[in-house]
């Protein structure tokens, strides 16, 4: 099995195939293929990364002395 990898974003549920790749793929039309979807974790890493660090950053601006708003 050749595996043919390529970068692209889903619209519509659709996989945009590149046009650079619809010659190669016309001898698979109406073949049975393998499809895997891996998000790229670059994206879902920043989403993970950018909470972490507000959250650091607003604890940061928190002073004990601001702990008597706490009971009210």
């Known amino acids: 099995m050749r ?3 390529f970068k692209s ?3 519509h549920n659709r996989i ?3 046009k650079r790749l619809h010659e190669k793929l016309k ?3 109406e073949k049975n293929i393998r499809v895997m979807i891996l ?3 670059m994206e879902i890493d ?3 990364v950018l909470t972490q660090i507000t959250i650091e950053q607003f604890l940061n601006g928190y002073a004990d002395s601001d702990s ?3 009971n009210y």
């Open 3 to 5: 595996a043919i990898e």
């Open 9 to 11: 974003k889903l619209s």
């Open 16 to 18: 945009i195939i590149p």
């Open 27 to 29: 001898i698979l039309d």
């Open 39 to 41: 998000p790229d974790e």
């Open 46 to 48: 920043d989403d993970v």
């Open 68 to 70: 008597i708003y706490d």
